[in-house]
């Protein structure tokens, strides 16, 4: 098999990416290890950036998003016994819109399979090699049979536990990484959401989120320790632990129902530099994770995508060279800054364990210098919304 650009992994990043070359007539082939009918059920993210929207419409994809997606203008921080809103809109101009990974995923495959796109799911054993030369193969089995892709460039979008980032040499990559004392319990329950907006609640019992994916459907997490086993959880036990999380404000309670899906996440801040070497250019979660509670993950992923399509866009139409030169260092301008602000929140909202009191006192005055002051307020919103420039 021969294409322009051989895509590795079927997420967010690898099928935006190939949505995108497609537009420009430029040919690429995916390849995923799991089946269509996983890669669309994965419960992840739920949170797009006014800049991932506006992609996503700008590029035909909009049409249920802007039906079944749910725009918030605001966000609520509840600690210490309070609820503070953050006017995100009134303060930036820009709001969130609520609409679940794998719903942006499932779009994505609609879009390239009608156009005649080419994603082989279920292929094991992929091999990136020939990278440093100029017509690197990609090699992989499919049905028990070897096979070869022939491609001018290999964009590995294939997440963490991915094989492109492994297949740099030694030495030419730098990991910049840190882990987090806890994890997060989410689930998704049917059960209609008490609540507009998101609720991060910070408490001595540590970190919950209320979120949501439908007028039916809640997403709610649970910061946990990170070597928690989730058969320690039975259902009645997560509701407890909610009820005495988010029921902190007088007269105010959730909405219980059955929960549909359960899972526990690691936390990790993790960069790798540079994002390219030689014909591989690397997006996503491949060369970056931050912790979920600034709820960037997916829209850095569509944010490298974006800068790559019009990268190749332009080797291959004008035969320019400078913007594939310049993607990794541009790319990370906007991975750092939600580095920043994903590893601030995390810090603001959860329980440290064996702290002496000094950091809790800390969290405290930060949220409510968030609550009371409004250029405070407006960097964690535009942080939140998405930041147009970098
Ligand atoms: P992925 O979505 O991981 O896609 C990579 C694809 O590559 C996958 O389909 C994978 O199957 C495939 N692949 C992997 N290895 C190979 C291989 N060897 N060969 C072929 N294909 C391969 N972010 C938030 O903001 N909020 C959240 O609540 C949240 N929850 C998360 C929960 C989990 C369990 C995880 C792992 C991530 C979560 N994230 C969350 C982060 C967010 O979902 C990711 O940032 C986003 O999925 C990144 O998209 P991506 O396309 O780069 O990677
Ligand atoms: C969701 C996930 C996040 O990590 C976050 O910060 C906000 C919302 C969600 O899944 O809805």
Redesign the pocket.
């Known amino acids: 098999m021969r294409t322009q650009v051989g895509i590795v992994g079927a997420g967010p990043a690898g099928l935006m990416l190939s949505h995108l070359l497609h537009l420009h007539g430029i040919e690429s082939v995916v390849l995923e290890c799991r089946s269509r009918e996983y890669v669309e059920h994965r419960?992840?993210?739920?949170?797009l950036e006014q800049g991932s929207v506006d992609l996503l419409c700008r590029t035909g994809l909009g049409e249920r998003l802007q039906r079944e997606g749910m725009r918030h203008e605001g966000i609520e921080l509840r600690f210490d016994g309070e609820s503070h809103r953050v006017p995100m809109t009134e303060l930036t101009g820009r709001a969130i819109t609520?609409y679940?990974?794998q719903e942006v995923v499932k779009d994505l495959i609609a879009a390239r399979l009608a156009a005649g796109g080419r994603l082989l799911f279920e292929v094991d054993d992929v091999r990136p090699e020939g990278l440093d030369t100029d017509s690197p193969v990609i090699r992989f089995r499919r049905d028990g049979r070897e096979e070869e892709l022939h491609c001018d460039f290999v964009a590995g979008c294939d997440g963490f536990h991915g094989v492109s980032r492994a297949a740099v040499p030694a030495g030419v990559l730098t990991t910049y990484e840190r882990t987090y004392p806890f994890a997060?319990l989410?689930i998704l329950a049917a059960a209609p959401p008490a609540v507009d907006e998101?609720i991060?609640a910070r408490t001595e019992r540590g970190f919950a989120?209320y979120?949501?994916?439908s007028p039916e459907i809640s997403?709610l997490?649970l910061q946990v320790a990170p070597d928690e086993d989730i058969a320690d959880w039975p259902d009645e036990r997560i509701w407890a632990e909610l009820r005495a999380r988010l029921e902190t404000v007088p007269g105010w309670s959730l909405n219980e129902g059955p929960i549909l899906e359960k899972g526990i996440t690691p936390m990790r801040s993790f960069v790798v530099e540079p994002m390219q070497w030689q014909r591989l250019y690397l997006a996503g979660d491949a060369v970056h994770i931050v912790p979920?509670?600034?709820?960037?993950?997916m829209n850095l992923a569509l944010a490298d995508v974006a800068l790559l399509g019009d990268a190749f866009a332009a080797w291959y139409g004008e035969g320019r060279t400078d913007l594939l030169e310049g993607y990794s260092a541009t790319a990370l301008r906007r991975v750092w800054r939600a580095q920043h602000f994903s590893w601030w929140?995390t810090s603001m909202l959860h329980r440290l364990d064996g702290q002496d009191g000094y950091e809790a006192k800390l969290q405290s005055s930060t949220l409510r210098y968030v609550a009371t002051s409004r250029p405070y307020a407006t960097s964690l919103a535009e942080n939140y919304v998405g930041l147009p420039e970098v």
């Open positions: 419960v992840r993210a739920g949170v609520v679940g990974q997060w989410g998101l991060y989120l979120s949501l994916r997403r997490y979920p509670t600034g709820a960037k993950g929140m």
